[in-house]
């Protein structure tokens, strides 16, 4: 009961009076009929029914996984009879992501749940070649063919642990997981990543990114190794590749490890990036830098993305890396072997590990047989190699050289790297003389006598001469 005060009452100042009319408004706000949101008597005429009364089903998606998401649903609305419409939804609690059921209860209809309709939201991401696409990251479909109809909701979380969630609203819980079940196989066929170059990168904890590579094309005329090293090289990874078919029919496992081992500088990345492009139709995971933490996520994206072919390279400076990390710490390389571990063996996936310290490797891998097949060493160049390398270094440029055997006999010990170093720096001896492609004697004689003699002992090192005879 409302007690209603005369203004003639000499008690009744005028805050009294605003805090009576206060409680009268609230009084009336209370046992007035809620009315139902405009977001919820959509859902309801949509579905034919109370939508609280109807099963949700949903699953979470790796932040990574948006544009695979957005593709295999817009692939999934585009069915043929299939019809959808589309809104956003709006909320006065911004730090909170609401979920379908929430939307969907009656309760959504009481003062301050602040859920309506709203714009839907669009986020630019990246594809490959520095292409975007533009994904819903939160909307609300109305999904309709013939009797059926469902509610499918995109929803990014928000916070630190940034992911997915993908919400399916039916009047049977079988149709939900059905549609749910479409869309994952969809994103996994159709998977933006697949037969691409890629790297997880962690930006900031608990994020994860995908980024696209482009290698450079490199022939085979261009990987300078000693005789038949190449042709067995190439048959444990590319033939194997092109006859896994056969292989598979005839029970052979796929998964396999290659390990490069030699001095640095003698082109063990070269040959790993000459691999992966003999192979397009393999989607390449390279871990580098940050994502050298992720190898658990990056054996699943390999396993997901198969055939695919991993790539480690200086693992054995992950290695020795290992020896100073403090107790409880992620040791990468024994990680990298567990996974291995974890992989089925027809999974078609290949580990291509580059190391210039084997030694270092070695208890590891030999406490582990069968996680590396093969191991290959890939050496100094010898004679043969080194008039190769001359060759092929010395492309566009005009070589008048008179004493090639006599630089060939004194870079023995160098490695291919030295060896582009020494070109490239005879080049510029030549350019800065004015006698423009033309390379003769004395500019690869100040070339190496600048690179092994007055750079010393550390420019040697670092460009893999170390061996080089005095």
């Known amino acids: 009961m409302v007690v209603v005060t005369k203004m003639t009452d000499p008690k ?21 009929p809620a009315q139902e949101p405009e977001i919820r008597r959509r859902i309801r005429e949509h579905l034919g029914g ?20 957005h593709l295999a649903l817009q692939a999934y609305l585009g069915q043929p009879e299939r019809e959808a419409e589309l809104f956003g939804i709006t909320s006065t609690h911004e730090m909170f992501t609401a979920r379908l059921s929430q939307i969907a209860s009656p309760r959504s209809a009481m003062p301050g749940a602040g859920i309506d309709v709203g714009p839907v939201e669009y986020v630019n991401l990246p594809l490959d070649q520095g292409r975007v696409i533009a994904c819903v990251r939160s909307g609300v479909h109305l999904v309709r063919r013939g009797e059926q109809r469902l509610v499918v909701y995109v929803s ?24 749910l079940a479409e869309v994952r196989n969809t994103m996994r066929a159709r998977s933006i990543y697949r037969g691409h170059v890629i790297s997880l990168d962690q930006p900031q904890q608990g994020t994860i990114d995908v980024r696209f590579h482009r290698l450079p094309a490199i022939g085979k005329d261009e990987i300078i190794l000693p005789q038949g090293l190449l042709e067995r090289i190439e048959r444990q990874a590319v033939r194997f590749a092109e006859l896994r078919g056969e292989l598979r029919a005839m029970g052979r496992h796929l998964k396999r490890g290659m390990l490069l081992h030699g001095p640095p500088g003698t082109g063990k990345t070269l040959t790993a990036m000459y691999l992966a492009g003999q ?6 995971i390279l871990l ?9 996520q990056s054996c699943a994206l390999a396993r997901l993305l198969e055939p695919a072919t991993v790539i480690l390279e200086d693992v054995d400076l992950v290695a020795e890396e290992r020896t100073r990390q403090c107790a409880g710490s992620n040791a990468v390389l024994f990680e990298l072997l567990n996974q291995m ?9 290949l580990f291509i590990l580059t190391t210039n310290r084997p030694d270092i490797l070695e ?21 043969g190699c080194r008039r190769r390398l001359f060759e092929l270094y010395g492309r566009g440029l005009e070589l008048r050289l008179s004493q090639l055997d006599a630089f060939v006999a ?19 001896f030549a350019a800065d003389e004015g006698a423009g492609r033309v390379v003769e004697d004395r500019h690869i004689d100040t070339a190496l006598r600048e690179l092994a003699v007055e750079g010393g002992k550390l420019t040697q090192s670092l460009l893999g001469a170390s061996a080089m005879s005095e």
């Open 279 to 284: 192979m397009p139709d393999r989607t390449v």
């Open 410 to 428: 004194r870079t023995k010990g160098v490695s291919a790297a030295f060896l582009r170093e020494l070109l490239r720096k005879a080049a510029l």
């Open 12 to 32: 009744l100042d005028p805050s009294t009076f605003g805090a009576s009319f206060q409680a009268f408004l609230e009084q009336m706000t209370a046992q007035a």
């Open 341 to 349: 571990d974890g992989l089925s063996d027809d999974a078609d996936i």
């Open 50 to 69: 109370d939508p609280a009364q109807m099963p949700v089903v949903s699953e979470q998606f790796a932040k990574y996984e948006h544009p695979n998401l």
């Open 156 to 179: 990014a979380s928000a916070g630190w642990r940034e992911s997915l969630t993908l919400e399916v609203m039916a009047a049977e819980r079988a149709e939900a997981e059905a549609v």
């Open 363 to 383: 208890p590891a891998l030999a406490a582990r047989p069968g996680r590396i097949d093969q191991a290959l060493e890939v050496p100094l160049p010898d004679e």
């Open 288 to 296: 580098t830098g940050r994502g050298m933490g992720l190898i658990e």
